[in-house]
């Protein structure tokens, strides 16, 4: 008979693909070194710490998401998804909820509806996701589109990120009164870094950049741990205090102080706080919809390239460059989505740090189960929230965006046809603060110039079909007018 091992080993095809236990141990562990941050981060961005905090974020009745208990459904929601796509869909792609989805629900969705509600919108996304993928839709587009267009959509995703640290650290600032000025934005304040926390950001940037290009294992997470001593450091010597009550010079989201405990049982009263359908009373059948619509694009792309990407640098793609059964691992990541909206973290999604564990030679999904088990125990860690401002976690961002747009080398630049479609992409994403602006624009401007330069019966059926979805989605408020 067949032993444990044996069986483990033949599930999960860790011999067939040139692995064995302990370096799946070990990949699973570097992976979740390497994207924990998103522990810390995601509260930050979806979670406030008292409604009148000057970067709070409440829905339409005042309502806010307490960091805590954000935290720690990020954690669970991490974990078991993480876990479930090992199992389900046996890649070492490690899941987590998604930066850009949940940016979009803070700051444009939450404010229409209440929390519940907008986590709501993200489980029906979910479920259509599923749905596509169930069908074999999902696959079909997956394949359909264009190695050079799954590479730009990477690449801009890249862009938003690194953009949305930037911003969050008070690099990039707005400038006052901006239609009286020559640029919306600019560096710092008044053109200089002129604040301490600014200042704290820059050396995270610089010292996990060090560390990402030494090849340091976990080069995010210390890079986050020695930028948060130093910001202790300095609101100890500076008392710089937070940006509400001393303007742009203070910390942008938390100050960064020293909690009475690091070990706490997780608060997850956030687990089930959802409404399905309240948004399509609160706004009308129409918006919801449009709301799920922009959701599903945004969820449906942003895995495509990514497990493109992790495909190919772990050597599982095939001579297209597309992975085997994908079908199978756009249901599970698909399942994130409704994970996710269920435990009010955001959409789950692929994470892109999950080449930090191929890379130390991870090649199945033996190695997910190892992350979902180490975030489940991080759920324990979540009083860490309270220490870590927003100016040590956002260089995090900078440095995956970076790593992110190197997926550009896969585009052929002197091939205008597709130069410009992949550089709409990669630009529009951060310029318009949407990942599903991005990707709409670069599929319409893909189909248009094919069709204007010979090539419309090479592109694919199904690239009509998006691009035309999506000038739906562009042109819905005239639309709309015409029809009301």
Do not use: C
Request: net charge negative; no cysteine.
């Amino acid at each position: 008979m067949t032993s444990g091992p044996g069986r483990i080993d033949r599930y999960f095809s860790v011999s067939a693909r040139g692995s064995t236990y302990g370096t799946e141990v070990r990949g699973g562990l570097v992976t979740f070194v390497a994207m924990a941050y998103i522990v810390v981060l995601n509260p930050l961005v979806l979670g406030s710490f008292a409604p009148d905090d000057a970067a709070a974020k409440p829905d339409v009745l005042g309502d806010i998401l307490p960091v805590p208990e954000v935290a720690a459904v990020t954690a669970l929601a991490a974990g078991v998804m993480s876990i479930v796509f090992g199992l389900f869909a046996r890649y070492p792609f490690a899941i987590a909820t998604g930066l850009g989805i949940n940016t979009l629900l803070a700051v444009t969705i939450a404010p229409q509806v209440t929390w519940p509600e907008a986590m709501g919108l993200v489980v029906l996304d979910g479920i259509v996701i599923v749905i596509l993928a169930v069908t074999g839709l999902r696959t079909a587009v997956f394949n359909a589109v264009p190695r050079e267009l799954k590479a730009a959509i990477v690449a801009g995703i890249g862009m938003f990120i690194a953009f949305i640290g930037m911003v969050d650290a008070g690099f990039v600032h707005r400038v006052p009164d901006s239609a009286n000025t020559t640029v919306p934005v600019g560096l710092g304040i008044n053109g200089s870094i002129a604040s301490w926390p600014t200042a704290v950001f820059v050396f995270g940037v610089v010292l996990m950049s060090i560390l990402v290009a030494r090849k340091v294992r976990g080069g995010l997470l210390i890079g986050i741990a020695v930028t948060t001593v130093l910001a202790i450091i300095v609101e100890a010597v500076a008392d710089v205090g937070p940006a509400n009550e001393v303007g742009p010079t203070g910390w942008n989201l938390n100050v960064p102080s020293t909690p009475d405990k690091f070990v706490q049982t997780p608060d997850l009263a956030l687990v089930g706080n959802v409404s399905l359908f309240g948004a399509f009373e609160r706004i009308g059948v129409l918006a919801a919809s449009l709301l799920v619509f922009t959701l599903v694009l945004a969820n449906f792309f942003d895995a495509m390239g990514t497990m493109t990407g992790l495909g190919r640098e772990a050597g599982l793609t095939d001579k297209d460059g597309n992975v085997p059964n994908v079908g199978r691992a756009l249901v599970a990541e698909g399942t994130g989505a409704i994970v996710g909206g269920a435990m009010s973290s955001s959409s789950n999604t692929v994470f892109v740090e999950s080449a930090a564990g191929i890379a130390e030679g991870a090649r199945t999904g033996l190695a997910n189960v190892v992350t979902g088990v180490l975030f489940l125990a991080a759920m324990f860690l979540t009083p860490l929230y309270s220490i870590v401002p927003i100016e040590a976690a956002a260089p995090a961002l900078v440095v995956v965006g970076a790593l992110m747009i190197g997926q550009v080398r896969d585009i052929d630049f002197a091939d205008f046809r597709i130069a410009l479609p992949a550089f709409l992409t990669m630009v529009v994403m951060p310029f318009t603060y949407s990942i599903a602006n991005g990707i709409g624009v670069g599929f319409v401007t893909w189909v248009l110039i094919a069709a204007f330069t010979g090539r419309a019966r090479a592109t694919h059926p199904l690239m009509w079909v998006v691009a035309a979805l999506f000038a739906v989605y562009f042109a819905i408020d005239p639309i709309t007018e015409v029809i009301t």
